[in-house]
């Protein structure tokens, strides 16, 4: 998208920032109410599940924030190689935390619905800080890759030109193109066969059950299923090149429109994802947000003591 730069006019460059940055802190504010909850309800805290789930959110407000930036760094300001490699770090590191994360979550679920008596054992928390610095790991490592293939292949100097920050325009040899669609490739290969086997196994488990283990498997099997909606559209991000090519081809007319069209479906919408998926559609956690924002939804002698609603939703928060 940020190769559009000079093809745009004022009027149009000026739209396409608006619109960017008003969906941006749209979804960061909503996010941030989540995060805010998460970190006044000390019940949370102690939930690997919702530890992995805020662990996502707050991800997803870096890159957005990052990735916003870089738009508006394109469109004004040319920036040195050196900072703008860092901040492409970050970037990157972040887009592929995303799909890494909605795996763990996958398997806590798999794990809380099908191996119930050994969910406490496995699903520590610090297991699953452990699991948050592995992510971190695996996402870190392919990227510093690239920066360091840069910095063995071409002279110290070039870090401190001036020059239009964004992906493809830094690395852009052909080994940091093979580099990125191995990565993108393996990652995404595993991230979608650790969705759909604990989605199916889940399923079956809910099949199986009855009574109220049933509604749980069941509820479990759907935030499976919606995580798995979420990494097609984070698997979305990495062909959209391939989608753009196909309707540039079409419609050449309609190039920056389609280029920016994309850029929003795949990179800034999904971020609202997560709070749709847990923040609104979690029973237990929805409640913590009304209680903290809404204080005409709750008296003051239910706001004293929050640990009721949980009790009553936690048998249908899977």
């Known amino acids: 998208m940020n190769s559009t730069r000079r093809l745009d006019s004022l009027s149009e460059a000026f739209l396409k920032n608006f619109i960017t940055i008003a969906i941006a802190v749209i979804i960061n504010f909503i996010n941030g109410t989540f995060v805010y909850t998460y970190f006044k309800s000390h019940v949370f805290q102690r939930d690997p599940r919702y530890v992995l789930y805020i662990h996502l959110v707050i991800n997803d407000m870096i890159m957005l924030t990052i990735?916003?930036?870089?738009?508006?760094?394109?469109?004004?300001?040319?920036?040195?190689?050196?900072?703008?490699?860092?901040?492409l770090l970050i970037l990157v590191t972040t887009s592929k935390n995303?799909?890494?994360?909605?795996?763990?979550?996958?398997?806590?679920?798999?794990?809380?619905?099908?191996?119930?008596?050994?969910?406490?054992?496995?699903?520590?928390l610090q297991r699953t800080y452990g699991l948050i610095a592995l992510i971190w790991a695996v996402s870190f490592l392919?990227?510093?890759?690239?920066?360091?293939?840069?910095?063995?292949?071409?002279?110290?100097?070039?870090?401190?030109?001036?020059?239009?920050?964004?992906?493809?325009?830094?690395?852009?040899?052909?080994?940091?193109?093979?580099?990125?669609?191995?990565?993108?490739?393996?990652?995404?290969?595993?991230?979608?066969?650790?969705?759909?086997?604990?989605?199916?196994?889940?399923?079956?488990?809910?099949?199986?059950?009855?009574?109220?283990n049933q509604a749980s498997a069941r509820n479990a099997s759907n935030t499976i299923l919606l995580h798995g909606v979420q990494l097609l559209i984070c698997m979305s991000?990495?062909?959209?090149?391939?989608?753009?090519?196909?309707?540039?081809t079409a419609w050449p007319k309609k190039r920056t429109t389609i280029l920016f069209t994309t850029y929003l479906v795949?990179?800034?919408?999904?971020?609202?994802?997560?709070?749709?998926?847990?923040?609104?559609?979690?029973?237990?956690?929805?409640?913590?947000?009304?209680?903290?924002f809404c204080s005409r939804c709750y008296p003051a002698e239910k706001r004293v003591n929050p640990m009721g609603p949980q009790r009553r939703s936690k048998k249908v928060s899977h």
């Open 98 to 124: 995303s799909p890494l994360n909605l795996a763990g979550m996958a398997l806590e679920r798999y794990i809380a619905v099908c191996k119930p008596l050994h969910h406490i054992q496995i699903c520590t």
């Open 237 to 248: 991000s990495f062909i959209s090149p391939f989608i753009n090519i196909m309707l540039v």
């Open 67 to 87: 990735a916003v930036v870089l738009q508006i760094m394109t469109y004004t300001i040319s920036l040195k190689l050196a900072p703008c490699c860092f901040m």
């Open 142 to 212: 392919p990227t510093v890759t690239d920066v360091m293939f840069l910095v063995a292949t071409q002279p110290l100097s070039i870090f401190s030109r001036s020059i239009i920050c964004y992906h493809s325009n830094i690395f852009s040899t052909p080994f940091h193109k093979t580099h990125v669609a191995v990565v993108h490739g393996l990652l995404l290969c595993f991230v979608f066969m650790t969705v759909l086997i604990t989605y199916l196994k889940v399923l079956c488990a809910a099949r199986a059950a009855s009574g109220l």
């Open 266 to 292: 795949t990179g800034i919408l999904p971020r609202l994802l997560s709070p749709l998926i847990y923040g609104i559609r979690d029973k237990t956690f929805s409640c913590h947000v009304r209680m903290h």
